[in-house]
């Protein structure tokens, strides 16, 4: 059984940062590619972040683009998404996922996905 789970979240003042992680079992890491999406309230789940399953390659939103890094250590199957410069906008669920293939936007391409985790950005 694949279980995604997510955790680093919370509450946090515009400028500040925070550091997800989500940690995956059930599954042959290091095959899979992994990338962050988000969910605001009223809005759709987009894209946010992916990386390869090597770690060798990444693609972010433009929205997130210089702020954000996402990164991943195949030993501890884990994937980290470093948040800087938070911005109210920010605000969402945050959810991990994983596929094969080819790092891409679609949420509807990807597997597995986590529960999520509340990240608030106070002005």
């Known amino acids: 059984q694949v279980q995604l789970v997510e955790s680093g979240g919370g509450l946090v003042q515009a400028g500040g940062s925070l550091r997800l992680s989500c940690i995956a079992s059930g599954l042959t890491f290091n095959i899979y590619v992994m990338g962050w999406f988000r969910q605001a309230p009223g809005k759709e789940r987009e894209f946010v972040a992916g990386v390869t399953s090597s770690g060798n390659y990444t693609r972010y939103a433009d929205t997130v683009k210089g702020r954000f890094t996402i990164s991943r250590d195949n030993a501890k199957n884990t994937v980290y998404l470093q948040m800087n410069n938070l911005k109210p906008e920010d605000t969402a669920v945050y959810s991990c996922?994983?596929?094969?293939?080819?790092?891409?936007?679609?949420?509807?391409?990807?597997?597995?996905w986590g529960p999520g985790i509340q990240v608030t950005v106070s002005s």
């Open positions: 996922a994983a596929k094969s293939g080819w790092i891409n936007f679609e949420t509807t391409s990807w597997r597995y």
